[in-house]
């Protein structure tokens, strides 16, 4: 990955580094009940949230991913986040993840903001393949990807443990066009 972070802009969307002063909106994010159902991690506090800032800084550190800030074009509203992580240059493949403040849901918004990420990890990280691995009861997840033509290759049953129950995980797919 180059050294300067690349920011990508739409019409309507600014998708930029993620920074220290974000904290508060990835704290309003990551604490949300709705956001946080289907989500792999959440927060209590302010203070806690920062280990998912750190998450995101050593992502780039150690080019094992890349997630941005999802903002208004004018950066005065910041809508949630979204990149790759699990980068393995070796397999060419990252896995994606996404989340919006539920204010911003069903906006288009990740309709927009995903094929964007596609396209730089496919063109500037050299990926192969991304991974979307979705909890199977996240149906708005799974429809976004589905709308943009990832493609379902199974059902992971009861692989992991959240909240003291089993849940099973859907992954899907998209490579690269050759």
């Not at 506090?45 to 150690?62: G, N, R, V």
């Not at 941005?68 to 493949?93: M, P, T, V």
């Not at 911003?104 to 990890?121: F, S």
Request: include cysteine; hydrophobic fraction near 40%; glycine fraction near 6%.
């Amino acid at each position: 990955m180059s050294k300067e972070f690349p920011t990508i802009r739409t019409n309507t969307l600014l998708l930029r580094q993620l920074v220290d002063s974000d904290l508060e909106n990835v704290f309003k994010g990551l604490s949300h009940p709705e956001v946080i159902k289907f989500y792999g991690v959440s927060y209590d506090t302010l203070e806690a949230t920062k280990a998912q800032m750190k998450f995101f800084a050593d992502l780039e550190k150690d080019e094992s991913g890349i997630w941005w800030a999802i903002c208004s074009f004018d950066n005065k509203e910041f809508y949630g986040a979204a990149g790759f992580n699990n980068l393995i240059k070796q397999h060419r493949k990252a896995e994606i993840g996404f989340w919006l403040n539920p204010d911003y849901w069903n906006k288009g918004i990740m309709t927009e903001v995903i094929p964007l990420i596609c396209q730089y990890g496919f063109d500037q990280l050299g990926l192969h393949r991304i991974e979307g691995i979705v909890e199977t009861e996240n149906k708005n997840s799974k429809k976004v990807l589905e709308k943009l033509d990832f493609r379902y290759e199974g059902t992971m049953r009861d692989c992991e443990i959240k909240n003291g129950k089993f849940i099973s995980l859907d992954i899907y797919s998209k490579l690269a066009a050759i």
